[in-house]
């Protein structure tokens, strides 16, 4: 067992700079062309792992533009390696899913896009804890247990995702497919910004409202105009008044797009709205709400019609006993490494709320420390790259060892 520290510890140097091989590598959500290029790098990076790779093409997901069409896009592939036992893909408790995304946040556009090394052992760059860091950390834990340990009473499935950062729209029919055939799942986000480990997160929801008025011109034909701005104007209003009526529901009117020339009625407005839910009443209680905006406000004898699209993509992920657990195993492991874990609650989704949805217990938070995701400030911890994968190693090691 040590042994496996010890090996891990003497990768270090390897992680970091593949991780900024990795990262300097653009693989925004809506990049297909940086996505297929990380892709065919990552297929490479987990030949180690000594089993095929399987590249499975996605379903296209629909966007909705600010002009109210709907399009259709395309993601990049899911990898998906099986090592261990249990060579068919049976179904078992056994079973182990070890999934992260390799899409970030940062588009072609960004500023942001190469590694940089800072003090303190830290480096900075796109995606060096969200979540490329973690695809580092799976990597290694991966090879070391395929290295230290007996698998064959086990099933180690890995999985690589493209488009986590847009709510995973395309992968979620592959965990409509594949969540039945394992017993847990471990995900490689990264913990919180103290170090803590995330115990339960809310579930989150986009939905998007377009609605439909009349154009005219402003002056000579003023009142024929049906102001779809004013329209999606009073109905968001509204729909921002359902803030503090359920503790642990918000509601962000976060982007409305309508109009052109100043002169003219306009005849549209996009409307995008996130929330945010703590129970499965919460989800149910928002989306009746939503719904009864849309249907008061849709009013075509009057000249406006409004429609939605969208949905709580990500349930709420909610402590069960499988959950417990698998923490307790992630607490077992730690004590092993002379550790102790924190758990904290998050407002943030991530798949591991689609994986719980679907009756996979999962810890999501099992790739490196750092902080500032989401932004041009985002670092890693280099030393906690071989330290979490050993943490992982551990709880590999006890599940393979019953
Ligand atoms: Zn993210």
Redesign the pocket.
């Given at each position: 067992m040590n042994q496996a520290y010890d090996w891990l510890q003497t990768r270090s140097n390897d992680m970091a700079s593949e991780l900024e091989t990795l990262c300097n590598i653009n693989s925004s959500s809506d990049n297909l062309d940086g996505l297929l290029r990380a892709a065919d790098w990552l297929t490479q990076y987990f030949q180690p792992l000594g089993v095929p790779c399987e590249r499975i093409e996605l379903p296209t997901y629909p966007v909705i533009d600010d002009l109210g069409n709907e399009t259709n896009s395309t993601t990049g592939p899911a990898l998906r390696w099986d090592m261990g036992g249990a060579g068919d893909r049976g179904v078992d408790q056994k079973n182990v899913l070890l999934t992260i995304?390799y899409d970030?946040?940062y588009g072609l556009q960004d500023p942001f896009q190469k590694c940089t090394l800072l003090e303190g052992g830290r480096m900075r760059g796109p995606g060096v804890i969200?979540?490329k860091g973690g695809i580092v950390v799976m990597r290694y834990a991966a090879i070391a247990a395929r290295k230290f340990l007996d698998l064959s009473p086990l099933r180690l499935t890995v999985v690589l995702t493209p488009d986590?950062?847009i709510g995973s729209p395309s992968t979620i029919t592959l965990w409509n497919k594949i969540a039945h055939e394992f017993g847990s799942a471990l995900l490689f986000?990264p913990s919180m910004a103290d170090g803590s480990l995330v115990s339960s997160r809310k579930g989150t929801g986009t939905f998007t409202i377009v609605v439909h008025g009349k154009a005219a011109h402003a002056g000579r034909n003023f009142n024929a105009g049906r102001n779809a701005v004013v329209h999606a104007s009073r109905m968001v209003a509204d729909l921002h008044e359902l803030n503090g009526q359920r503790p642990n529901v918000t509601v962000n009117v976060g982007r409305i797009r309508g109009g052109h020339a100043v002169n003219v009625v306009p005849d549209l407005a996009v409307t995008r709205v996130n929330v945010r839910v703590g129970s499965m009443e919460d989800q149910r209680w928002i989306e009746s709400q939503v719904q009864r905006f849309v249907e008061t406000y849709n009013v075509p004898d009057q000249g406006y019609t409004v429609s939605v699209q969208g949905s709580i993509h990500a349930p709420p992920k909610i402590q069960d006993e499988g959950t417990n657990d698998l923490m307790k195993r992630v607490e077992r492991s730690a004590e092993k490494l002379g550790e102790s874990i924190r758990w904290k609650e998050s407002g943030?989704a991530?798949d591991g709320n689609k994986l719980q949805g679907l009756n996979l217990p999962n810890v999501d938070t099992l790739g490196p420390d750092g902080d500032g995701?989401?932004s041009d400030q985002e670092w890693v911890s280099l030393a906690s790259l071989p330290r979490k994968a050993s943490l992982v190693f551990g709880i590999l090691e006890e599940m393979a060892s019953e």
């Open positions: 995304h970030t946040v969200d979540a986590e950062e986000e943030g991530s995701l989401h």
